[in-house]
């Protein structure tokens, strides 16, 4: 009988697993994405997407304020068959050719996020995603983080890449037509996001993002419209 049990169980699992990815619609998601906030003088939307792509139960339901200012990143994470939620934006344009970094002004709960770019070319097998952690104080206190991008890590489906050039190009600023937030149990070294800037089981996380500006030089300099 308890064999019984664990079969039924773990079919059941299999099954709602298959039909949560067979629902998910990622196509609608991207419809539906959110104004908000601006790289130079190109406005960026949001569209979600969360584990349920591959079957899992994490939710994020993010916003903009009334001036589309700030984004609101909010959601529940669910370890059960998953484990990451995320937004994300097209950049039309990519980033500026003399972009050297990306500076983010944040509100956040104390969770380790990353900061992903890429392409924005869709792919079969996901592309690759250039990614670094995004380290957060506790309370919602606006802090400051910049993030070089030699220090953006190449990966593909989760997982940390080695620069090939026979199937990992340079990052260059300008192809980089897509840009995310994510909260996943990896961090962007492969390595496990801890419990203490994570989370275990079901849980909520908040993060906002009030400013994200490409800039040229460590002395602050924001890449401008013209300059690139």
């Excluded at 067979?22 to 979600?48: F, G, V």
């Excluded at 002004?105 to 969770?111: E, I, L, P, T």
């Excluded at 220090?151 to 990052?171: F, H, K, M, S, Y």
Aim: charged share 20%; proline share 6%.
């Amino acid at each position: 009988v308890l064999f019984l049990e664990q079969y039924i169980s773990v079919h059941a699992n299999m099954f709602g697993r298959a039909s949560r990815m067979i629902r998910y619609d990622r196509a609608l998601n991207e419809r539906n994405a959110i104004p908000a906030l601006n790289i130079m003088d190109a406005a960026l939307s949001w569209y979600r997407l969360d584990d349920g792509v591959m079957g899992g139960q994490s939710e994020t339901t993010h916003s903009c304020s009334e001036d589309n200012v700030a984004l609101e990143f909010k959601g529940q994470i669910n370890t059960t068959g998953g484990g990451f939620t995320s937004i994300r934006s097209k950049v039309p344009n990519g980033l500026p050719a003399e972009t050297i970094a990306l500076r983010l002004k944040v509100k956040a709960d104390g969770k380790t996020y990353k900061l992903l770019v890429n392409d924005g070319v869709k792919s079969m097998m996901g592309g690759i995603s250039w990614q670094a952690d995004i380290p957060t104080e506790a309370g919602g206190r606006e802090q400051t983080v910049t993030i070089l991008l030699s220090d953006l890590r190449p990966t593909a489906a989760g997982r940390p890449r080695q620069i090939n050039t026979e199937d990992v190009e340079p990052l260059l600023a300008p192809n980089m037509k897509e840009i995310g937030i994510m909260l996943s149990l990896s961090l962007s070294d492969g390595s496990p996001n801890p419990k203490e800037t994570f989370g275990e089981g079901i849980f909520p996380f908040s993060l906002t993002v009030l400013s994200i500006e490409p800039i040229s030089s460590l002395d602050s300099n924001v890449c401008t419209p013209n300059s690139s």
